[in-house]
């Protein structure tokens, strides 16, 4: 497995794999690999001849008060994840070889960024679509994976790439958590003793909501109060929002049906927690 900086090797490395008639998977992240980046890694390589981690702390998708300087980062211990996961090449540019000093291009997406995460982090899909743009761009994969972990942002792409007829295969892979149901989350790492056990309010909030749906609940007012009252009886919790949404538009729904995504973001203390489950209804 090779680790590169630069864009120009990667593009040399990617001409070499297609000048042998290969195919590349794309998998990209933000370091500080877990058993859910682990997951997109080993499916990758389970579709594709040759398959790329990129490993990018990307500025552009964090807000001003957010957390882009305390980011964890560990990019020794993410190659000897994607070592072992069987990856070829890991992408782990400096910002200054992503963004020029008078970079001025961004890919905007519209509707479906706008609720959810998109209303309490406005500028953060642009952030994403731009960057994963440019991703794409540079590396040229037939495939690329996300988690539905981030259930709006695989939506966002999927849009962005049906809107500007990028030739890429979006690959949804499913939700990995810890034994006691947390999702894995590079973020998990900001939580004390105290707020980890707290944070099992999510995954015991998204778990109640899934059950009332498969005992044949449709009424996004019940299951979302349900949950809801769940979240608020854990005194370190603060909900964002606890919403019902189509999975594709991410338009609200008052009632399940189609392919339902109930999706929710709570503050632990400081730490912004993300969660959810999608429905076939
Ligand atoms: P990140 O490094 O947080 O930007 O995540 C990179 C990719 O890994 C995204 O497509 C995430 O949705 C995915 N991912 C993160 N956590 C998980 C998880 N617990 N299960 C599945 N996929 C995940």
Redesign the pocket.
Same mark, same amino acid.
């Given at each position: 497995m090779e680790i590169t900086g630069s864009i120009e090797e990667v593009r040399k490395r990617v001409l070499e794999w297609r000048q042998q008639g290969l195919s590349v998977g794309l998998?990209?992240?933000? +370091?500080?690999?877990?058993?859910?980046?682990e997951?997109?890694i080993v499916k990758a390589v389970a579709e594709n001849d040759r398959v790329v981690v990129s490993d990018f702390v990307n500025p552009i998708q964090f807000g001003a008060n957010e957390d882009l300087s305390t980011y964890p980062r560990d990019i020794e211990k993410d190659k000897a994840l994607c070592e072992n996961a069987g990856a070829d090449l890991i992408f782990h540019p400096e910002s200054c070889e992503m963004y020029a000093p008078d970079f001025s291009t961004y890919v905007e997406s519209q509707g479906v960024s706008a609720g959810l995460c998109g209303k309490s982090r406005p500028t953060h899909f642009r952030g994403v679509c731009t960057v994963v743009c440019k991703l794409f761009n540079i590396v040229t994969p037939d495939r690329a994976?996300? +988690?539905?972990?981030?259930a709006q942002?695989?939506a966002v792409i999927r849009r962005m790439v049906r809107d500007l007829n990028m030739h890429i295969e979006i690959i949804g892979?499913?939700?990995?958590?810890e034994e006691d149901g947390l999702?894995?989350?590079?973020?998990n790492t900001y939580l004390d003793e105290e707020e980890r056990k707290a944070a099992l309010v999510l995954s015991k909030a998204i778990f109640h909501g899934e059950s009332r749906m498969k005992q044949g609940e449709k009424d996004a007012g019940v299951i979302l109060r349900e949950m809801t009252e769940l979240i608020e009886a854990e005194p370190l919790a603060k909900i964002d929002y606890v919403e019902m949404v189509d999975a594709d538009s991410i338009e609200t729904i008052e009632k399940a049906e189609g392919r339902v995504l109930v999706a929710m973001a709570v503050y632990i203390g400081t730490t912004r927690l993300i969660d959810n489950f999608i429905m076939e209804v």
């Open positions: 998998v990209p992240t933000m +370091g500080y690999l877990h058993e859910g980046h997951s997109l994976y996300f +988690g539905q972990k981030d942002q695989l892979c499913p939700i990995i958590r999702a894995k989350s590079s973020r």
